[in-house]
């Protein structure tokens, strides 16, 4: 979805769905808040720019991205008719294999909730080299993934809804 520009936050309404009648849940990481709430901020604005509903969109925060997915499981459980979920993480290289075993778990764990669940869940989680491209890409000079994953999640809410009939 990204752009040819780089800019995240790019997207054309005319060929996004209108929102307003889907329910969205977002998980968020509270790893790296500088980051995760930049993303989470970018995701709500865009939804809200395509039509949707501020009392549709419900908020949940986890520890890490690794409890992404156990948070991303539990909130399509717990609210009724969500038509996507955006799990919203980062994780930066350290020195040790850690960014490896996190990001291919997060990764896989987001995959394994989309085969085996109904709801689809956007994958909204930056495995950068460092924290400025991070911060590059969750509102600075690329724009936002959050507001890339946004429009994913309408799209395959929309998808969803008319893979039902």
Not at 115 to 139: A, E, K, W, Y
């Amino acid at each position: 979805m990204a752009t040819q520009n780089n800019n995240l936050s790019v997207y054309d309404k005319t060929t996004i769905p209108n929102a307003k009648d889907f329910k969205f849940g977002i998980v968020v990481s509270e790893w790296n808040p500088e980051i995760t709430n930049g993303m989470f901020q970018g995701a709500f604005d865009a939804i809200l720019d395509c039509g949707g509903i501020k009392e549709n969109i419900v908020r949940w925060d986890v520890p890490g991205s690794f409890e992404l997915i156990y948070g991303c499981k539990k909130i399509g459980e717990s609210y009724e008719m969500l038509d996507a979920i955006i799990a919203i993480g980062n994780v930066i290289q350290g020195e040790t294999k850690h960014f490896d075993y996190v990001c291919e778990g997060v990764a896989q764990g987001i995959k394994d909730l989309n085969v085996q669940g109904d709801i689809p869940v956007i994958f909204c989680v930056l495995t950068d080299n460092n924290r400025q491209q991070s911060l590059d890409r969750s509102g600075g000079k690329h724009g936002n993934k959050g507001t890339e994953a946004a429009i994913a999640a309408i799209k395959m809410a929309q998808l969803r809804k008319d893979a039902r009939f």
